[in-house]
């Protein structure tokens, strides 16, 4: 009965490689995000979709690129892997009400190495 | 351009001690301010957040107190435990908005 789940837990690889990050949510939620967090534990937003359309895309390397097949997922394709992509990614995921915008839940990371 | 910024850095605090964390914000759009709480390992969960029309808001141990002529913010954690060593994030948003700015953290340890 996980709220946000994300896939895999570790991800180790090599430079230049690509890879993808799995995020799905039961919550029921309109909106889902990804963040990424560094050494240094600071939280960076970089995509937003809602409803399965892009509505924040910060500035990200074009290597990085989200895909929402439907509400309850949203994919993060990395190309091309760096160095400075070792981080730990976060997949989060809230619901619009009538007052504003509701609590965003988190999943527990995805922890990328690259080597 | 930081439009949360948070203080300190890092904390050590004595079990049964207050703990304080400050944050102060830039843009008066701001209308909601939650306060998230990650362990080690894990994602940042939601621990309490308060919205400018009040002052203070306590929930159990913690209390968000508000000054809004100051754009400042801080979280009180009374009778500090162990357990409540973690990374604290304030943040604010935008009632309409999607995105929350998140400030860079504080590492709160608590001595047993």
């Known amino acids: 009965d996980t709220a946000v789940s994300q896939t895999p837990k570790y991800l180790v690889t090599q430079m230049g490689n690509d890879k993808s990050i799995k995020c799905e949510q039961n919550l029921g939620h309109d909106t889902m995000y990804w963040y990424k967090q560094d050494s240094k534990k600071f939280l960076k937003i970089m995509f937003s979709y809602n409803n399965k359309e892009l509505i924040i895309n910060e500035t990200v390397p074009n290597r990085f690129s989200p895909k929402s097949p439907d509400k309850a997922h949203l994919n993060l394709h990395i190309n091309s892997l760096e160095l400075g992509d070792s981080a730990v990614y976060f997949c989060?995921?809230?619901?619009?009400?009538?007052?504003?915008?509701?609590?965003?839940?988190f999943g527990p990371g995805t922890r990328l190495l690259v080597l | 351009q930081q439009q949360v910024k948070q203080s300190p850095q890092s904390l050590i605090v004595q079990k049964g001690g207050i703990s304080i964390i400050n944050c102060a914000y830039e843009?008066?759009?701001?209308?909601?301010f939650p306060w998230y709480q990650q362990f080690p390992g894990k994602g940042p969960a939601l621990l309490i957040a308060?919205?400018?029309?009040?002052s203070e808001k306590k929930e159990g141990r913690f209390t968000i107190s508000f000054n809004k002529s100051a754009k400042q913010f801080s979280l009180h954690i009374m009778d500090s435990q162990p357990g409540d060593s973690a990374t604290y994030f304030c943040a604010a948003s935008k009632a309409r908005d999607d995105k929350i700015i998140f400030g860079k953290g504080t590492r709160l340890h608590i001595l047993p």
């Open positions: 989060a995921s809230s619901r619009r009400a009538a007052q504003g915008r509701e609590t965003q839940y």
């Open positions: 843009n008066t759009a701001f209308d909601y």
């Open positions: 308060i919205r400018p029309d009040v």
